[in-house]
């Protein structure tokens, strides 16, 4: 549950409007689709607290990966600009299920994370993708952060149903460490 005291997992974040593009009130937004234009394929969007709902119509892409959008509404530059930063969110049930060995970020995070013999590690605190593939952000139980990439090396399992992530801890990347060089071996 969010601060909210809604279900954050029943809606998943699509996009973000990251700037105002022209004078006309298009947004740039980056999206988190697989495909990017299809931030609009799945009906309006909703501001995380679902205050606000909006239309979505992509115009067309920018560099990137992001995407240009006119927000019905959304005419002017200002009004544009005021936008910045706001996460666009879908209700979970409007997405396709996700393929086996794919997952919606939504789903990973606030996971318990665990070594192979069960010992807790952490959290999933988020993922993120750099340009060279999904790594994992990891809250320590014994505090600080972490991150992993996200291979099946380094994260032998996933299970959404018993709630939990498995990681090799050996491959965790702990800010300060010298254990960088190791961490991506056996063709990461």
Same mark, same amino acid.
């Given at each position: 549950?969010?601060?909210?005291?809604?279900?954050?997992?029943?809606?998943?974040?699509?996009?973000?409007?990251?700037?105002?593009?022209?004078?006309?009130?298009?947004?740039?937004?980056?999206?988190?689709?697989?495909?990017?234009?299809?931030?609009?394929?799945?009906?309006?969007?909703?501001?995380?607290?679902?205050?606000?709902?909006?239309?979505?119509?992509?115009?067309?892409r920018t560099g990137k990966g &992001?995407?240009?959008?006119? @927000? /019905?509404? !959304?005419?002017?530059?200002? %009004? =544009?600009?005021?936008?910045?930063?706001? *996460?666009?969110?879908?209700?979970?049930?409007?997405?396709?299920?996700?393929?086996?060995?794919?997952?919606?970020?939504?789903?990973?995070?606030?996971?318990?994370?665990?070594?192979?013999?069960?010992?807790?590690?952490?959290?999933?605190?988020?993922?993120?993708?750099?340009?060279?593939?999904?790594?994992?952000?990891?809250? &320590?139980?014994?505090?600080? @952060? /972490?991150? !992993?990439?996200?291979?099946? %090396? =380094?994260?032998?399992?996933?299970?959404? *149903?018993?709630?939990?992530?498995?990681?090799?801890?050996?491959?965790?990347?702990?800010?300060?460490?010298?254990?960088?060089?190791?961490?991506?071996?056996?063709?990461?």
């Amino acid at each position: 549950m969010g601060e909210t005291g809604r279900d954050t997992r029943a809606q998943v974040c699509v996009g973000v409007v990251t700037g105002a593009h022209g004078l006309h009130g298009l947004v740039r937004v980056r999206p988190y689709t697989e495909v990017p234009e299809d931030i609009s394929a799945y009906g309006p969007v909703s501001t995380g607290d679902g205050a606000r709902s909006f239309e979505l119509d992509v115009r067309n892409r920018t560099g990137k990966g &992001q995407v240009l959008v006119h @927000i /019905a509404g !959304v005419d002017d530059r200002s %009004a =544009a600009e005021e936008l910045r930063g706001m *996460e666009l969110y879908v209700p979970r049930d409007r997405l396709p299920a996700a393929d086996a060995d794919e997952f919606y970020h939504a789903d990973l995070i606030g996971l318990p994370v665990v070594s192979p013999d069960g010992n807790a590690i952490g959290s999933v605190r988020a993922l993120y993708d750099f340009g060279g593939g999904d790594v994992l952000e990891i809250e &320590q139980a014994a505090g600080g @952060i /972490a991150t !992993v990439p996200f291979t099946r %090396a =380094a994260v032998p399992e996933v299970d959404l *149903e018993t709630g939990r992530v498995v990681v090799d801890p050996d491959r965790l990347l702990r800010p300060g460490n010298d254990n960088r060089e190791g961490a991506l071996d056996d063709g990461d």
